[in-house]
């Protein structure tokens, strides 16, 4: 894709080869429709052959980073195998095409981060978070297995008794938390964090590229080596979506209220 295709991603051309990159669905608290959903999949490709850009930094128009999935979508296609395999895929190509790209990548979460949003925020190489931010990762709060990213990445950031805790509870972190456990690379005030992050982006610009970015091939292999743990919590999460479970949980999240789960009901 080129620049001018993206719906729903606002690019900035800065000095040193950094770009600029907004998602743009403010009124959505940026919330990933189907396009935007394949749109931050599709970006790190059209980066990858752009030689003018050395270091991408991402950020979230309004308040929000990116809350995650557009769950009206969702529900209308629940129990539906071929959108949930296609959302499975493309949630996939998501995490390996940032890691597999060698060129950095930063987050500036400004706001609020969840699901796909949450799953660029934190596969950025390095990620720069508003204290006052939340994040959560909610899957099992919908009835489904946590896909996206954090099966993956969680336990290589902040270890496994950390990461089980807050995968399981689905428990919102503050900015100030996900930093104390190591989930981020740095927290800073609301009107510090994009100007550090594209201060940060202009220093690598001027870097030797080849050394910045074998070195980032290279810490990678960390996450490339969890490569299976990535794919079957994805398969896990797309099975869950065509169970009762999904259904209530969805319905409940968007009608506000607490849901009942068929799966705990008495046989």
């Given at each position: 894709?080129?620049y001018?295709?993206?719906?729903?991603?606002?690019?900035?051309?800065?000095d040193?080869?950094?770009?600029?990159?907004?998602?743009?669905?403010?009124?959505?608290?940026?919330?990933a429709?189907?396009?935007?959903?394949?749109?931050?999949?599709?970006?790190?490709?059209t980066?990858?052959k752009?030689?003018s850009?050395?270091?991408?930094v991402?950020t979230?128009a309004?308040?929000s980073?990116?809350?995650?999935?557009?769950?009206?979508?969702?529900?209308?296609?629940?129990?539906?195998?071929?959108?949930a395999?296609?959302?499975?895929?493309?949630a996939?190509?998501i995490?390996?095409?940032?890691?597999?790209?060698?060129k950095?990548?930063i987050?500036?979460?400004n706001?609020?981060?969840?699901?796909a949003?949450?799953?660029v925020?934190?596969t950025a190489?390095?990620s720069?978070?508003n204290?006052?931010a939340?994040?959560t990762?909610a899957?099992?709060?919908?009835?489904?297995?946590?896909?996206?990213?954090?099966a993956?990445?969680w336990?290589?950031?902040?270890g496994?008794?950390?990461?089980?805790?807050?995968?399981l509870?689905?428990?919102l972190?503050?900015?100030?938390?996900?930093?104390?456990?190591g989930?981020?690379?740095?927290?800073?005030?609301?009107?510090?964090v994009?100007?550090?992050?594209?201060?940060?982006?202009?220093?690598l610009?001027?870097?030797?590229?080849?050394?910045?970015?074998?070195?980032k091939r290279?810490?990678?292999?960390w996450?490339?080596?969890?490569?299976?743990i990535?794919?079957?919590s994805?398969?896990?999460e797309s099975?869950?979506?065509m169970?009762?479970d999904a259904k209530?949980?969805?319905?409940?999240?968007l009608?506000?209220?607490?849901?009942?789960?068929?799966?705990?009901?008495?046989?």
């Amino acid at each position: 894709m080129n620049y001018s295709d993206f719906q729903h991603l606002e690019f900035d051309t800065r000095d040193n080869g950094v770009l600029l990159i907004t998602i743009n669905r403010p009124e959505h608290n940026n919330a990933a429709n189907v396009r935007l959903h394949d749109e931050l999949a599709e970006v790190w490709l059209t980066i990858k052959k752009d030689p003018s850009v050395r270091v991408a930094v991402i950020t979230g128009a309004g308040r929000s980073f990116s809350v995650g999935g557009d769950l009206s979508e969702g529900i209308a296609t629940l129990g539906q195998i071929a959108p949930a395999i296609h959302s499975g895929e493309v949630a996939l190509q998501i995490v390996y095409n940032m890691i597999h790209l060698d060129k950095p990548i930063i987050s500036a979460i400004n706001g609020s981060a969840a699901g796909a949003g949450l799953a660029v925020a934190l596969t950025a190489d390095i990620s720069i978070i508003n204290e006052s931010a939340k994040l959560t990762d909610a899957h099992v709060n919908i009835g489904v297995a946590s896909g996206d990213h954090a099966a993956l990445l969680w336990p290589l950031y902040c270890g496994l008794p950390k990461a089980k805790l807050y995968l399981l509870t689905a428990d919102l972190l503050s900015g100030k938390e996900a930093e104390r456990i190591g989930l981020v690379s740095m927290c800073k005030p609301a009107d510090e964090v994009l100007s550090t992050a594209l201060e940060l982006a202009n220093s690598l610009g001027q870097k030797p590229q080849r050394a910045v970015r074998w070195t980032k091939r290279c810490l990678n292999h960390w996450v490339r080596q969890a490569a299976p743990i990535f794919d079957l919590s994805v398969a896990y999460e797309s099975l869950n979506f065509m169970e009762p479970d999904a259904k209530e949980g969805l319905g409940a999240f968007l009608e506000k209220r607490k849901p009942d789960f068929p799966s705990n009901r008495a046989a």
